[in-house]
């Protein structure tokens, strides 16, 4: 026995109590479903990796939230001079799923069929400043269509996601298509250097948040020229498609853009937006994200990049991927299902078997058992005293319990309501 | 583009292939279902955890095998004079469910009925040395009763966990319950004393390996009173129930015995097994192991530990758990999949639907949707020339295509089975 010691949960990471969990549960095995339903196969990676498999990965800013883990044992030597942190470790959790599916494919490319169609749903980790609903552990749930160059694992992947968000009650759909190669022929025919067109996205990727003239602004105020500024943002402002270059990649956008309408139908829009230009640096060819409409958020986004397991691999395999944000999905689940609004499946009525003593605890498993055989959720409670019965059946009703049945000296009569 | 790196995952870690995990999800769904009609709520803790916490919770030899954390940013001083590896880390990867439970329980108790029934299933991390079949990420999964003193706990948790084990098509279960005061007593009675019992557990832990006159081989050793010693070992090498003291602790196994039998009925056996010792420190009551008649092993095992909580909390909280070895179970089934004795569902046929140029991208995604409609898994893939195509199709049947539709240029027709 002793004082209540702190208990709260790692900073900057959550507990996570039962009403949450059975929505969790709900949308993944939802979003499994659908996702198996159109041929993707669930695969698991360790959470850690070798640390120099993850640092130098092409996963930008995320590389500097790496949790390292401390070598073990003889390895770890505190008597080296000149001791760095690199010194001391040797594994590291991972930040996202796309390394690990990576590594994965190169592992066991031989035993898996061309073109593999991967889902993973897990725990991601990232050392990030806490704020507000953003947390160090978080779930993501990817699929990702490895060796097929073509379009059709763009299509498959919008149609797959657009599928399970749709399964999970989400409509009215807004997706969003680009290329970077497209913005950057529209930006250098507007004279601004490609040199210069990495440093050019981060600013227009901001136009959703600063607006076009904070983009004009920042530019401006980061050296470039004025003028081509201005005709940029103008034509992106505008979005006049005469101003898109007449190339190969948009040809392809175009052909998603119209296979993705065609089966999205009337749940959602579908555009080419050349503003589009999504954080992260390995990207090769289309990038896409899915938006419900009224939020001023994304829901999903993902992209092609054909260059990463080659360089595990030895030899390039295109590579393709959409990611659903699990938390913002769930943000949402909740909310729909706090309005009444949720499409989701409401469990079966939960019944407590208040159990009187221990001589009738037989009685009460088979009562309970019964219960069970009839679908309800039944579980075994011991009761307390009658006096204290009213006060113990009204917390019952509070944590989420549709009624109760007593089992002792008595004959057990069938459940009683707490509605009634 | 370069030469391929070695791409294995980290030492003594695993990746998990399609085949494997669409079984773990199957298991997992079981019991996570036959758990939730026993009333039981799935909850989740971070996988991380303070390291001071994981330190010192009575893990025993677990501790040792801690996957540590390195402090970051200015938190992290190398410059410190008589550096040890306790200066550089603040976090821990989580050995096991059951102390984040006993966190999580004391942190948020108010808000949680009691009694309180959890659920638990996720990976936990030792760094253990490797060996065939045992790897450094594994799976738990949980159920515990927190908030109840009496015996239903135990009788509860043992009723939901042959439930699950029997959902998943396991049978013929043998049961046994053991208290370690009740083998205290009889370690008493034959002139041992007490102080020495951690120790003589130990080696009693061993009989099922080295037989009974390696343990009294071993106790004699290690300097135990041979012929205390051989007293002991007679008493339970014969298991007459004469040797056991009539106290309460047998009187409580003696009724969960008796309400666990009239659960199991044919399904299985249980006995009081005067030898089961269990390897952890914190138990304080009964223990119970659940294994399959003819295996070596058992697989699921747990017990009573009422004075962890308190550590937390300041106040002692009754508590007993059970956990399924899910790794092993996971074996068993995959034993029972290869020889054709599983239980379990099996998945819907697989159709390849292959398109066989981008201009037919769209007539193969409504071939696709129909086939859905119908309950089939569909997958739209690139058809590979006519002249390869017979190689394509060996593949997709290799990796558990059912069949395949070609969509071009002509009509497309219903699905053509492999096996026709």
Not at 151 to 168: F, K, Q, R, W, Y
Not at 343 to 350: D, F, H, I, Y
Not at 372 to 391: D, I
Request: charged share 30%; with cysteine.
């Amino acid at each position: 026995m002793g004082r209540k010691i702190d208990t709260s949960p790692a900073r900057g990471m959550r507990d996570v109590l039962p009403a949450e969990v059975e929505l969790r549960d709900q949308a993944r095995d939802v979003i499994l479903a659908t996702y198996r339903r159109f041929g993707y196969s669930h695969i698991e990676t360790p959470a850690l990796e070798n640390i120099d498999r993850l640092v130098g990965s092409d996963g930008g800013d995320n590389e500097k939230l790496i949790y390292k883990v401390l070598k073990r044992g003889g390895k770890l030597d505190l008597g080296k001079a000149d001791l760095t942190p690199d010194d001391l470790v040797d594994l590291g959790l991972r930040y996202d799923l796309t390394v690990p599916l990576a590594r994965f494919y190169a592992q066991h490319h031989a035993e898996l069929p061309r073109p593999f169609k991967a889902i993973q749903v897990g725990p991601v980790w990232r050392a990030e400043r806490p704020q507000k609903g953003r947390y160090r552990q978080f779930t993501q749930c990817d699929i990702d269509v490895l060796g097929e160059p073509g379009a059709l694992a763009e299509v498959d992947l919008l149609a797959a996601t657009t599928e399970a968000l749709a399964a999970l009650g989400l409509s009215d759909f807004e997706v969003r298509l680009n290329d970077r190669r497209v913005l950057s022929k529209v930006a250098e025919r507007h004279g601004l250097p490609v040199a210069e067109h990495e440093r050019l996205f981060i600013a227009i990727d901001k136009a959703d948040k600063i607006g076009w003239d904070g983009v004009a602004k920042e530019l401006t105020e980061r050296g470039f020229d004025a003028a081509a500024v201005a005709g940029l943002v103008g034509a992106l402002r505008d979005g006049d498609p005469a101003d898109l270059d007449d190339g190969e990649e948009l040809a392809t956008l175009e052909a998603i853009r119209a296979d993705v309408a065609g089966q999205l139908g009337a749940a959602g829009s579908v555009r080419l937006d050349p503003t589009l230009v999504r954080g992260m640096g390995y990207y090769t060819g289309p990038i896409f994200e899915v938006a419900v409409a009224g939020l001023p958020y994304s829901i999903a986004g993902g992209g092609r990049y054909d260059r990463m397991i080659g360089r595990m691999l030895g030899t390039d395999v295109p590579a393709c991927g959409f990611s659903i944000g699990f938390e913002r999905v769930i943000a949402l689940l909740q909310e729909a299902r706090e309005t009444g609004a949720s499409m989701l499946p409401s469990a079966p009525r939960r019944v407590a078997v208040l159990c009187e003593s221990s001589a009738h605890l037989g009685g009460a498993l088979e009562v309970a058992r019964q219960l069970r055989s009839e679908g309800f959720w039944a579980s075994l409670v011991t009761a307390r005293p009658p006096k204290k019965r009213g006060k113990q059946l009204d917390e019952l009703q509070r944590h989420g319990y549709d009624g109760w049945l007593a089992c002792g000296p008595g004959a057990a009569e069938g459940p009683r309501w707490f509605e009634d």
